[in-house]
């Protein structure tokens, strides 16, 4: 009996580390709809990957339902953005007690580990809130796309761990998503060729990766705190900044108050323009690619515009 039992055991823990080539597919869970994409050009049909938080969401206050909850312990692999990004997330697998799901682990990967983060030098975290604060760095590395070489890196090194009879199938998807990459930064590039340095203001701090990469000026940011209204003296203080300088432009973001937008928008002599900061949060963001394919049209568009 005790050897049947020690088999059974045995069995388990295979199973959990990953199919085997040609078995099922590897079943992925991440945290945001821009991993998920990118879990998928690299795993292709050897993947099948759900993302926690929609698109559309607010990703720094998600709700996880049972389902969800079961999900994660049954997944050979959990993805997540990392720093103070998903403070929901702690809570949910001190609760779940699942040892596979800890930093070490090759069954979880933590993306933001190699990337060059922006913002580290203040400190911001308030830990007994649970606010999301950035309090490590700029959560939102993502939006620069050349960030998806070390995220997409990272990504078939924990595939390859769980199926390394799959490696150079692996290796073939990140080779191919790299090369269109690398076409679409070309033409990205030429389109903001005449457009660097322009001037701009955010409503959430969600872009200092895609300014960077893009060659805008973030002048300023409408909520002084992620995620927390800006107050009446500091808003009076913002539009008076935009018009001495001439900011041509406002980014927000689909969730963003269009109250709110079109107040700062009026007074401060700005056009106001809705970027995406995820895959999935437009019907024309349908891929990683197709976000900034979107998100720069409508910043060429705009900032055509406003002269």
């Known amino acids: 009996m005790?050897?049947?039992?020690?088999?059974?055991?045995?069995?388990?823990?295979?199973?959990?580390?990953?199919?085997?080539?040609?078995?099922?597919?590897?079943?992925?869970?991440?945290?945001?709809?821009?991993?998920?994409?990118?879990?998928?050009?690299?795993?292709?049909?050897r993947v099948r990957v759900e993302s926690l938080a929609p698109p559309a969401q607010d990703p720094h206050a998600v709700e996880l339902t049972p389902r969800q909850r079961a999900r994660i312990t049954e997944a050979a692999l959990l993805v997540r953005i990392g720093l103070d990004h998903e403070p929901w997330l702690g809570a949910a697998l001190r609760s779940l007690r699942d040892p596979r799901l800890v930093a070490g682990s090759a069954h979880y990967l933590d993306a933001s580990k190699g990337i060059a983060l922006l913002q580290t030098?203040?400190?911001?975290?308030?830990?007994?809130?649970?606010?999301?604060?950035?309090?490590?760095?700029?959560?939102?590395?993502?939006?620069?796309?050349?960030?998806?070489?070390?995220m997409t890196g990272a990504i078939l090194d924990a595939l390859v761990r769980l199926s390394p009879e799959d490696r150079p199938r692996f290796e073939a998807g990140r080779r191919r998503?790299?090369?269109?990459?690398?076409?679409?930064?070309?033409?990205?590039?030429?389109?903001?060729?005449?457009?660097?340095?322009?001037?701009?203001?955010?409503?959430?701090?969600?872009?200092?990766?895609?300014?960077?990469?893009?060659?805008?000026?973030?002048?300023?940011v409408v909520e002084p705190t992620p995620g927390v209204p800006p107050s009446p003296a500091s808003l009076a203080d913002l539009v008076r900044r935009m018009r001495e300088v001439r900011v041509p432009l406002l980014i927000a973001e689909p969730s963003s108050s269009t109250a709110l937008v079109r107040h700062v928008a009026d007074r401060g002599g700005a056009r106001a323009v809705t970027l995406v900061p995820s895959v999935g949060g437009d019907p024309e963001a349908a891929d990683y690619l197709a976000l900034f394919d979107l998100n720069l049209r409508r910043l060429t568009e705009a900032l055509a515009a406003s002269r």
């Open 2 to 45: 005790a050897g049947a039992v020690a088999f059974a055991l045995a069995g388990l823990l295979l199973g959990a580390a990953g199919p085997a080539a040609g078995a099922g597919p590897i079943s992925v869970i991440t945290t945001s709809t821009d991993l998920r994409a990118l879990v998928e050009e690299v795993g292709g049909d």
């Open 121 to 150: 030098e203040t400190a911001r975290v308030r830990p007994e809130t649970g606010i999301h604060l950035h309090g490590f760095g700029n959560t939102h590395y993502w939006l620069d796309p050349e960030n998806a070489r070390p």
């Open 177 to 220: 998503f790299l090369e269109r990459l690398d076409a679409a930064l070309r033409r990205w590039s030429e389109a903001m060729a005449p457009r660097r340095g322009a001037r701009v203001v955010v409503v959430h701090d969600s872009w200092p990766y895609f300014a960077r990469r893009f060659g805008l000026v973030v002048v300023a």
